[in-house]
């Protein structure tokens, strides 16, 4: 395998992260405040069928993302509800907003475009574009020379194959997504927000005691989660794909749970968790490189499987045992 095959790796391995990440994230948040998400998958999916459907219908893909973070953020709002407020399962609820959201974005998506359940293919301003950083080789290059972009990274030394295929040309919500990793560690870890966030997933009744609202801070817990899996669906539609499809989250919200597990609630932890999950797609996705490293095939439907393996295995508790926050799961109940 030369160098540029295995920048365009790490490329597609960063590109394929970078929803597991921001969904990642936002389980961190919630499950740190003591509320176990399963919901994820369908956050994910209502955020990116909304951000597909309105930034197709107002040509603005940042009116879409407003969109997606918004249907996220309701049905964190809903998930919230019910297991603070009400005190019921977590679980359960998180089950049902899967179920909810997967039945919805088909319904909805065939009442408006009548096209099986998905949104017409974004073009223009529709849809997140790759920013071509400064000094990189770029489309307005292989314009400008009128040769392909691929012949002019090829020809392009080490250095500059690096820069050009894998620290540019992503969109702006993958440079979000890796800024979220530092900006999720200050905030829980250097920030007084954050203590009392971990604290509330540990022992409420001590915050209580304190004389700070635990209902409140998980409610904020949530929101975060709501937000960040906006921003993951989003991605989903508007930059990764080019619209929405049905089911087109393929189970990332569970595997983005089975990261947060791996990576044992912390943040730097997650990152690298998300990335070996985003290089196992990519590595599906270009067999003929597995082919080449091992020196035989392998089948593609096993190449394909192996995230979702990983995923089972890690849940099983076959990676090294993962203590949650103590609290975590269960409903807290005020003394009087």
């Not at 921001?22 to 998400?37: K, M, V």
């Not at 530092?182 to 540990?202: K, N, Q």
């Not at 993951?232 to 989250?249: E, H, I, P, S």
């Not at 089972?312 to 005020?334: C, D, N, S, T, W």
């Amino acid at each position: 395998m030369d160098f540029l095959t295995l920048v365009q790796v790490l490329d597609s391995t960063v590109r394929l992260a970078t929803p597991l990440l921001l969904a990642c994230l936002a389980g961190l948040f919630s499950e740190r405040a003591g509320i176990f998400d399963i919901g994820l998958e369908g956050k994910m999916l209502a955020a990116a069928f909304f951000s597909g459907a309105v930034a197709f219908v107002t040509g603005s893909v940042w009116i879409g993302l407003l969109a997606g973070i918004a249907s996220s953020m309701i049905l964190s709002g809903l998930h919230g509800l019910a297991s603070i407020t009400f005190r019921g399962n977590q679980l359960i609820s998180g089950v049902a907003i899967n179920f909810l959201a997967a039945g919805m974005t088909v319904l909805i998506a065939q009442s408006w475009f009548s096209q099986g359940g998905r949104t017409p293919s974004l073009i223009g301003n529709a849809r997140f574009e790759g920013i071509e950083l400064p000094f990189a080789i770029g489309p307005t290059d292989a314009q400008a020379a009128g040769r392909p972009l691929s012949e002019l990274i090829s020809e392009a030394g080490p250095v500059m194959q690096f820069y050009s295929e894998l620290i540019s040309g992503h969109s702006v919500l993958v440079y979000i997504a890796l800024l979220a990793v530092p900006a999720t560690w200050w905030i829980l870890f250097r920030t007084r927000f954050g203590l009392r966030l971990r604290a509330v997933g540990e022992n409420p009744a001590a915050v209580d005691t304190a004389g700070i609202s635990v209902v409140g801070l998980r409610f904020a817990a949530v929101g975060i989660c709501g937000v960040l899996c906006g921003i993951a669906g989003a991605y989903l539609a508007t930059a990764l794909q080019a619209g929405f499809v049905k089911d087109m989250t393929a189970g990332r919200g569970y595997i983005a749970l089975a990261a947060l597990i791996f990576a044992k609630w912390r943040p730097w932890y997650a990152l690298s968790a998300c990335l070996l999950f985003g290089l196992l797609q990519a590595l599906a996705l270009r067999s003929d490189v597995v082919e080449g490293i091992i020196g035989f095939p392998i089948p593609v439907q096993l190449l394909d499987s192996l995230p979702y393996i990983l995923t089972v295995v890690i849940l099983a508790g076959f990676v090294g045992k993962a203590i949650p926050p103590r609290a975590g799961g269960e409903p807290y109940v005020k003394e009087r």
